[in-house]
């Protein structure tokens, strides 16, 4: 498994100050905005977050007054105080540029939304010692919180099997098959995270608070949402984008058909990343949707751990990777990134009202398009105008994507 | 599901006299050889049996001396008091020309050989009232004999509901799923046969002696076989090309990962009919070679009837399949036979030398081959050699097939 083209926002070295400020700026947007808000997400990715604080507290609505219930609240924010409140708790905020980013959450950029959510999280906020950058030898084990005892059997048994390799578990705090892919790893003596939708010192449910301590205490609890905030239907939604961003593959174990790891499954497969379902008794309710899944191609069958090491590219086959990975990294685009993409010429650069007349998009909209574009190493922009970036020079984005960063 | 472009053997208006000479040739030449012999089953299609059981009673072997054991033991053979005494147990010998005639066995005359086995059967030894050209809605569901009550279970209500369709259940007389599989079917009110390894006279195992009793009674037991032969393992593997070959599709519910069902879904996919598989638990081995298949895509996961009917093409779906008929008709040849195939042209006829040479196959051969594609109704012969024979041509073996032959 390759991860795509897309680096931190800002390749150039960080200035302490403009990244600090861009650090308050994204404390107070999460706090005032739904994570995973398309709408605020692509502002961000174009203009940055601190001058899109600034524009809507000068009430100059960047969204012209599409975020105009943003910018009402916002002088309502202190970021620097919860900064703080929150490291007195334990907890940092971790956001693109820091050493720890996990460049993987970037490829949400440039990926199709899902029920209105979409995006790469302003930030994440970690509530423990590990660092988000060795999420990139990572698993998803996700499934049904009525799980049976079948289901938490198989799920702490994959659990176990992949942190054993070096591989840390990421799932999200609920009874049943996230509470037994958790305690495999932590039995196996592994590394296992819990990405919450809810404030990172938060326990929900309430009788994980043990779990979540542990966690803690001795991995990392992550969330995009800001401590103290609840959980709600939505924030799950948001939260699922998340868990399949961060890892390289996710596994499914026991799902009924309108279950929630359905969604973590989805994101998963519009980011291209490995999705795996495990079979059960065709006569337990649980396993309908995994099965669903598999029935019609969306997820490979997996019975055990190797099984799921092997697709997540953990026995040699990230030799056969570099080919796929860059047709992935084209293929999780949005339908009109695409577009844009297939506007911008091979050979001599063209100007973006051009780009955009081939694309049959606003003038406007191409060009935000090319900036996400450009970040994620897909065009370049030089004069003469727009080009697609080569992905065999020796610095390309593309190029580097395709060696594989493992970390075990 | 369309059944591919065999007609009959001998597509003429059958003499009475010649076809009762071919039927007790086959009888001898099946009570000589085991079912399934490549050499047998090669010879007897490009010359008839009758011919063969002529030239082996005249020492002139066909098989230049590789049928030389058949030949020795020729004379020990009474064809007529056999039919007479099978008759007598109410069992008849069905063979290519009468008008019962599964004519989608016939597929396995250019289908590729596994462990040795391959051809179509000499005929078809049938005791009970049902024909066998009614099985041409039928459903194989095959699996393990030590199932599990899971897998019985299932194996149950699969047969119930395609038989509930109108589809005969096709299945071996072992205990586990083969047993289930008939029950669910007979208590739905349903069809059902048993097609056996050994003489349709015996009862093997011994303990479903009152079950195909049953089977004969009401609906058919059928073996390649004759009368009295006993089960061995070859012939097991035999049996379940036959098995394979008269269904429109084959569900394996339940196999372990050396289950004699895997040959039989290897045969349905050298065939390309369907093949299903019913998961189960990961941590039974019952399951394994289920989810094995389906992990590598030869199956599809498949939970409920209604999956397996829509498969075989009960809801309407075969108004989509004329154009995969065809391509599925020819993907079926084996190797060598695609090999002389594309060596024919397409305008003008060419002669077999021309052919052979093109194909580079030996000339003896590709005259064997061509007189096999002919009646499988891809080739005909005229003045001036052999051509494609045209799909479009209203007459067309290719144009007939196209057209699903369903019972219900």
């Given at each position: 498994m390759t991860f795509p083209p897309?680096?931190?926002?800002?390749?150039?070295?960080?200035d302490p100050v403009v990244h600090q400020r861009e650090r308050l700026a994204r404390v107070a947007l999460g706090e005032l905005g739904e994570p995973g808000d398309p709408r605020l997400v692509s502002l961000v990715a174009e203009l940055g977050a601190a001058t899109v604080r600034d524009l809507l507290a000068a009430e100059r609505d960047p969204g012209r007054g599409v975020l105009a219930d943003v910018a009402a609240r916002?002088?309502?924010?202190n970021p620097a105080r919860d900064l703080e409140r929150a490291e007195r708790l334990g907890i940092r905020f971790v956001i693109p540029?820091?050493?720890?980013?996990?460049?993987?959450?970037?490829?949400?950029?440039?990926t199709e939304t899902l029920h209105d959510r979409g995006g790469p999280p302003l930030g994440l906020w970690v509530r423990g010692?590990?660092?988000?950058?060795?999420?990139?030898a990572s698993v998803a084990v996700v499934g049904s919180r009525s799980a049976t005892t079948y289901g938490t059997t198989v799920a702490g048994e994959i659990g176990a099997r992949v942190a054993r390799e070096g591989y840390t578990v990421v799932s999200g705090a609920a009874f049943g098959i996230d509470q037994a892919a958790h305690r495999g790893a932590l039995a196996a003596g592994g590394r296992t995270v819990a990405v919450l939708?809810?404030?990172?010192?938060?326990?929900?449910?309430?009788?994980?608070r043990a779990l979540l301590d542990h966690l803690a205490a001795t991995m990392a609890v992550v969330s995009?949402?800001?401590?103290?905030r609840a959980p709600t239907r939505i924030r799950f939604l948001s939260r699922n984008r998340i868990i399949a961003a961060l890892t390289r593959g996710t596994v499914v174990v026991e799902a009924a058909v309108r279950s929630g790891a359905l969604n973590t499954a989805g994101w998963a497969a519009r980011l291209h990343r490995p999705l795996m379902g495990v079979p059960g008794p065709?006569?337990?309710?649980?396993s309908e949707g995994v099965h669903q899944l598999v029935r019609k191609g969306a997820a490979t069958l997996v019975t055990r751990g190797e099984e799921v090491l092997e697709l997540v590219g953990a026995s040699g086959h990230h030799l056969d990777e570099p080919r796929r990975g860059r047709t992935h990294a084209r293929d999780s685009l949005s339908g009109r990134h695409q577009q844009v993409l297939e506007a911008v010429p091979l050979g001599s650069p063209a100007h973006s009202d051009s780009i955009a007349r081939t694309a049959g998009i606003g003038l406007l909209d191409t060009r935000s398009i090319l900036r996400r574009l450009e970040r994620a190493g897909f065009v370049e922009h030089g004069t003469g105008g727009w080009r697609i970036r080569d992905?065999?020079?020796?610095?390309s984005a593309a190029k580097t994507s395709e060696v594989p960063t493992m970390n075990t």
């Open positions: 897309a680096g931190p926002v800002d390749p150039a070295p960080v916002l002088e309502t924010t540029g820091d050493d720890e980013w996990p460049a993987q959450v970037d490829q949400l950029m440039t010692p590990m660092r988000l950058d060795e999420l990139d939708a809810c404030g990172v010192d938060r326990a929900y449910p309430a009788r994980h995009e949402l800001a401590p103290g065709v006569n337990t309710a649980q992905a065999d020079a020796p610095d």
